[in-house]
T-cell receptor, first 114, second 115 residues
Framework: AQSVTQLDSQVPVFEEAPVELRCNYSSSVSVYLFWYVQYPNQGLQLLLK??????LVKGINGFEAEFNKSQTSFHLRKPSVHISDTAEYFC????????????FGAGTRLFVKA | DTGVSQDPRHKITKRGQNVTFRCDPISEHNRLYWYRQTLGQGPEFLTYFQNEAQLEKSRLLSDRFSAERPKGSFSTLEIQRTEQGDSAMYLC?????????????FGSGTRLTVV
């Protein structure tokens, strides 16, 4: 079984500052890794994903994440945030075989201040 | 294709009533998933379909919950004898089976309030 731990429930940051949202996962099998963003009263939108290959993946809205297999981490970063980045961010892990069921972390609320 | 559609967006019901939600996935996606999300939490897996076959159900899905995908296209999720603890956002997602484009596309969700 897989599990996901998002280490920060809330991250306040000033506009144009860099940000890192931390995610650790646990799994006994190989996995795919994802970050999703959720704006208020909306569904989740895929930001980026790691399936294989390069461990540094780039996504939409200037976000990127690095897969670190030895540390079982998949931290999300952005060099300069905007007010519009204020949202809930979910790290997720999916098994690479079978049902491809995705397990989500509890979320990190990113709050960008002017 | 306009993405994953869920209907209704909001539902308020009295405890003990039955409710049904509908999800229309992206047409070429053969996998369809239902999740439940409560305030301040991440989505929790409920069940998924590959085409019309329901392949896995979570222990969260009590006997009061039933899901169908009769023709491998749209899906319904029914909750019988609703309880206040059923109040949540119910999310539907669809995906291709595998491939470089793998990843969920979510609908906007149905927010259920049981009073």
């Amino acid at each position: 079984a897989q599990s996901v731990t998002q280490l920060d429930s809330q991250v306040p940051v000033f506009e144009e500052a860099p940000v890192e949202l931390r995610c650790n996962y646990s799994s006994s099998v190989s996995v795919y890794l994802f970050w999703y963003v959720q704006y208020p009263n909306q569904g989740l939108q895929l930001l980026l994903k790691y399936l294989s290959g390069s461990t540094l993946v780039k996504g939409i809205n200037g976000f990127e994440a690095e897969f670190n297999k030895s540390q079982t981490s998949f931290h999300l970063r952005k060099p300069s945030v905007h007010i519009s980045d204020t949202a809930e961010y979910f790290c997720a892990v999916s098994e690479t075989t079978g049902g491809f069921k995705t397990i989500f972390g509890a979320g990190t609320r990113l709050f960008v201040k002017a | 294709d306009t993405g994953v559609s869920q209907d209704p967006r909001h539902k308020i019901t009295k405890r003990g009533q039955n409710v049904t939600f509908r999800c229309d996935p992206i047409s070429e996606h053969n996998r369809l998933y239902w999740y439940r999300q409560t305030l301040g939490q991440g989505p929790e897996f409920l069940t998924y379909f590959q085409n019309e076959a329901q392949l896995e159900k979570s222990r969260l899905l009590s006997d009061r919950f039933s899901a169908e995908r009769p023709k491998g296209s749209f899906s319904t999720l029914e909750i019988q004898r609703t309880e206040q603890g059923d109040s949540a956002m119910y999310l539907c997602a669809s995906s291709l089976l595998t491939g470089a484009n793998y990843g969920y596309t979510f609908g906007s969700g149905t927010r259920l309030t049981v009073v």
